[in-house]
């Protein structure tokens, strides 16, 4: 199975990259489909309550710039129209850059937080949860934020200003009811994987910086080492990190795994309680030389959150396909989504599993070749998505519910001007558009990179939006490449224009005003990304009927048991439903087995209808009997479930095993 490889920085272009333009018809929805509001504040969600029906939202902006927009004045009309389409929760993207200063100064924007607040406040008004992603690694007002992802790791200063920052956004969301959770993401922590791709030299630097040498040392031995490695260390001081394509850099992938939970999540999760963390499901591959491959790593380790009350993960129909170009079927689709939720619940047990990006469609750049439905299959998909998300999950959110432009321009409405022109320009986030008098000029540098995708596009097509005057005159000058192409615009028509520009490593644009022009407006984009509901203006689309009958389905999640394998070993949780009712009380009796070779031994939780009874010890072969008062039977048949505290995948079985339970019984006392 092909699955996405190599260092992607952070990966977040599979977030936030966009494909090509795709056109879509500019019609409302024929749906008469409507939601309604409850009567007062957000649904209840979760284990027990409703499904949450998620979605991101980035008002006329995207991920990477919507901060630097005025989103609190389309807030509420956008959060109404969420409910409209059959969402009780809006996901905010909370970026670690622009709400702090500088990597190593964890320290709040004042402005930011503020704004947060509102939009919590207003998200509740609406009758709308909050789901938040923090430590998001972008901010286009930030130079250089992508280096922070590397810092992180490197610098313990920068670390402890990452935890302040996330500490910061506890304090201002913690006494919000309609606040659920917050989450953090592998995606945002994933440069460290690069690390395989120095030089020796570097690769030894690396080695002592990131911690790695100093877990080998804690986890491993010399001699365990230096057999991974194929040649003999006499001294840990020359551990290097392995290059990339060498069959140790597994061992890297386990170091990296291990701090994910113990060096981000934990420490983020004592200063933000009800912290989850988007997992990788992904599994990467690890070589034994360039193009040949030794053994896919799945990174498990790292899906079972201590603690969390929800266990996020991403999902698209690519993963676990060949990923040639081909085109799937809503069916194949569906299994594999079944396929993904119920590997990842033997690992997690009964933690609700919500899908924080459920990319139904993909265009980011850079992946045509992975597997796609085509878009006149979504509807079929959704239907057969339905019983499968109610059986394995407790909610999904879409990462697009609009569409949007993959803006370079980092304020676009000019909420935010110091530090994103050139020259002598002031912040007036209260005036409703930008003055650029006659003869005076708005320039700016863009690296080709800010347009977050693979090499970035060829063109891009500036546009500016702005206050008619009221002749045929050009308003606008626009001077790009050091002079090599220039255009002359007329805003009077539409109060829109756009020119095509071409795209280098580092392309300076400037705007030149020919007369008084109020700019409302500017963008400067290479694509726009489709995957939305509602297109660019706010408009549903077509497919925002079968969204709209997706969400009606998903009202309650109905848990699938939690079965036990064929040889009788359990993952993470076994749940059963014992006949019986014993008005007296009764005796839980089974019988537990491991291999004495077992590096540990677990410890199962045992719930009797949802209430805590007792724990007992993974032993072998060992007979337990568990006393349930009465007051814990019902009428009926009795739902019992286990869970023990830690799995383990033995060497040769793909399964991550938790203990071997047979002979479960409920007798009377």
């Known amino acids: 199975m092909n699955r996405k490889t190599g260092l992607l920085l952070a990966i977040t272009l599979l977030l936030i990259a966009a494909a090509s333009f795709v056109l879509w018809p500019r019609q409302e929805s024929t749906s008469e489909i409507t939601w309604t509001p409850p009567v007062s504040g957000p649904e209840p969600v979760g284990p027990g309550a409703g499904y949450l029906r998620g979605a991101h939202w980035f008002g006329e902006g995207w991920a990477v710039n919507f901060w630097n927009t005025r989103l609190l004045e389309r807030a509420a009309e956008d959060f109404a129209a969420l409910r409209e389409d059959g969402f009780n929760t809006v996901v905010l993207v909370i970026p670690w850059a622009g709400f ?23 998200a509740e008004d609406a009758g709308l949860n909050v789901v938040l992603r923090l430590g998001y690694a972008w901010d286009s007002s930030v130079p250089g934020a992508g280096a922070w992802l590397m810092q992180v790791w490197l610098d313990e200063t920068v670390r402890q200003a990452w935890l302040r920052h996330i500490a910061g956004i506890w304090r201002v969301v913690e006494d919000r009811p309609n606040v659920l959770f917050g989450f953090i993401s592998w995606e945002d922590l994933w440069a460290i994987t690069g690390s395989g791709a120095g030089d020796e030299e570097e690769r030894q630097r690396l ?3 990131t911690g790695y040498r100093e877990w080998l040392q804690r986890y491993s031995d010399l001699e365990t080492v230096s057999a991974r490695y194929g040649r003999r260390f006499t001294g840990w001081e020359q551990v290097p990190v392995p290059p990339r394509t060498h069959p140790a850099f597994g061992l890297f992938f386990d170091f990296v795994d291990h701090a994910w939970i113990e060096r981000f999540f934990k420490p983020a999760q004592d200063v933000f309680p009800t912290l989850s963390m988007e997992v990788r499901i992904d599994s990467d591959p690890v070589w034994n030389a360039p193009g040949e491959l030794a053994y896919w790593h799945s990174h498990e380790l790292a899906w079972d959150l201590p603690g969390a009350p929800w266990t996020t993960v991403y999902w698209a129909p690519a993963m676990g396909g060949e990923n040639q170009g081909e085109t799937l079927s809503p069916a194949t689709a569906a299994e594999r989504l079944a396929y993904q939720m119920r590997r990842l619940r033997r690992v997690t047990g009964d933690r609700p599993i919500f899908i924080d990006q459920f990319l139904v469609e993909d265009f980011t750049p850079g992946f045509e070749m992975n597997g796609r439905l085509a878009p006149a299959a979504i509807d079929d998909f959704l239907r057969e998505a339905a019983p499968v998300l109610r059986r394995y999950t407790h909610g999904y959110s879409l990462w697009a519910w609009r569409d949007y432009r993959h803006n370079a321009v980092p304020s676009p409405d000019f909420s935010v001007l110091a530090g994103n022109w050139d020259g002598e320009v002031e912040d007036a986030p209260d005036a409703p558009a930008y003055l650029l008098g006659q003869g005076e000029r708005l320039q700016r540098s863009f690296h080709i990179h800010e347009f977050h995708a693979p090499g970035g596009p060829d063109s891009a097509a500036l546009c500016v939006n702005a206050v008619r005057d009221g002749d045929s005159a050009p308003d606008l000058r626009v001077h790009s490449n050091n002079g090599r192409q220039r255009a002359e615009l007329d805003a009077s028509g539409t109060g829109h224009a756009c020119v095509d520009i071409d795209v280098h490593a580092t392309t300076t644009v400037a705007l030149e005003g020919l007369a008084d022009l109020e700019l409302f407006s500017v963008s400067l984009s290479g694509f726009t990304q489709p995957t939305g509901i509602r297109d660019l203006e706010g408009r549903p689309k077509p497919i925002a009927a079968d969204w709209r009958h997706l969400n009606q389905e998903l009202v309650q999640a109905t848990p699938a048991p939690f079965e036990a394998f064929d040889d009788g070993w359990m993952g993470k949780t076994l749940s059963v439903s014992l006949r019986g009712y014993h008005a007296q009380g009764g005796t839980l009796h089974f019988r537990t087995n491991r291999p004495d070779d077992w590096p540990y031994q677990p410890v199962i939780g045992i719930t009797v209808n949802g209430q805590h009874v007792a724990e007992a010890p993974c032993t072998d072969d060992q ?19 286990l869970t023990v505290d830690r799995t383990f995948r033995p060497r040769g079985d793909e399964r991550r095993l938790g203990c071997m339970v047979s002979d479960l019984e409920l007798h009377a006392d």
């Open 623 to 641: 007979e337990h009997e568990i006393s349930v008062a009465p007051e814990l039977l019902v009428h009926g048949r009795q739902a019992v479930t």
């Open 100 to 122: 702090t200063p500088t990597a190593s100064d964890g320290r709040l924007d004042a402005n930011r937080t503020r704004r947060l607040a509102e939009l919590v406040d207003l």
């Open 207 to 209: 080695a002592y910086l």
